[in-house]
């Protein structure tokens, strides 16, 4: 019982999207602008910083939320409950039931877990990622170092054999909903991170997106 409990509070929480939330309130739908995903980072250039960073926070918040219940409430019986939780956090994220099972990427969930799950390792992974992203200057470096990195730097951390079984998924996930971001920067069609950066980040937002 306690494993479908951690799969159903895990998926449940990683079904609320407060992108989707948002798109309803302003009425505007995010697939059909920007990145066309339902994201922070299409978020923020549709609709600007301040949403972006909300959205970000939230989906971070969900994911970890998702594993700090089911590792307190479930722990003495499941010792992976937390992880199990999580990684349906994430699959809730990118599949909900009520999109159509079209949601999210589901990188920002992913930190949320990795967060709960060792905060140290998570610093290392942003830090790491970061300097790694900003020197590729493509954003698919990101998910892409910070999954295979978490799923290594926990299981050796662990050196538990289920710690990978669960972590190895959330890995498969994330660069698989990524792969879209490596086609385009292969094709020169991504725009880089740098350029994101001083339009998004440091620049304006424009007034079709208050």
Same mark, same amino acid.
């Given at each position: 019982?306690?494993?479908? /409990?951690?799969? %159903?509070?895990?998926?449940?929480?990683?079904?609320?999207?407060?992108?989707?939330?948002?798109?309803? %309130?302003?009425?505007?739908?995010?697939?059909?602008?920007? #990145?066309?995903?339902?994201?922070? #980072?299409?978020?923020?250039?549709?609709?600007?910083?301040? /949403?972006?960073?909300?959205?970000?926070?939230? *989906?971070?918040?969900?994911?970890?939320?998702? $594993?700090?219940?089911?590792?307190?409430?479930?722990? *003495?019986?499941?010792?992976?409950?937390?992880?199990?939780?999580?990684?349906?956090?994430?699959?809730?994220?990118?599949?909900?039931? $009520? %999109?159509?099972?079209?949601?999210?990427?589901?990188?920002?969930?992913?930190?949320?877990?990795?967060?709960?799950?060792?905060?140290?390792?998570?610093?290392?992974?942003?830090?790491?990622?970061?300097?790694?992203?900003?020197?590729?200057?493509?954003?698919?470096?990101?998910?892409?170092?910070?999954?295979?990195?978490?799923?290594?730097?926990?299981?050796? /951390?662990?050196?538990?054999?289920?710690?990978?079984?669960?972590? %190895?998924?959330?890995?498969?996930?994330?660069?698989?909903?990524?792969?879209?971001?490596?086609?385009?920067?292969?094709?020169?069609?991504?725009?880089?991170?740098? *350029?994101?950066?001083?339009?998004?980040?440091?620049?304006?937002?424009?007034?079709?997106?208050?």
């Amino acid at each position: 019982m306690e494993i479908l /409990w951690s799969v %159903l509070i895990g998926y449940a929480l990683g079904c609320i999207s407060p992108s989707a939330i948002i798109s309803k %309130l302003k009425r505007r739908n995010l697939r059909q602008e920007g #990145t066309g995903n339902l994201g922070a #980072t299409n978020v923020t250039m549709v609709f600007g910083k301040g /949403w972006g960073v909300f959205v970000m926070l939230f *989906d971070i918040a969900k994911g970890a939320a998702a $594993y700090l219940i089911c590792d307190l409430a479930f722990r *003495d019986a499941i010792l992976h409950a937390g992880l199990i939780a999580g990684l349906c956090a994430m699959l809730g994220h990118v599949f909900p039931f $009520y %999109l159509g099972f079209k949601g999210g990427k589901g990188l920002a969930t992913f930190g949320g877990v990795a967060l709960a799950y060792n905060p140290l390792l998570f610093l290392i992974l942003i830090v790491s990622c970061m300097v790694i992203m900003l020197i590729v200057n493509y954003s698919y470096v990101f998910p892409y170092v910070g999954a295979s990195l978490f799923c290594i730097g926990a299981s050796l /951390w662990s050196l538990d054999i289920y710690v990978f079984l669960l972590t %190895l998924p959330m890995a498969a996930l994330i660069i698989y909903k990524h792969f879209g971001n490596l086609k385009k920067a292969r094709s020169a069609e991504d725009i880089t991170v740098r *350029d994101y950066i001083k339009k998004h980040i440091f620049g304006k937002k424009s007034e079709k997106a208050e």
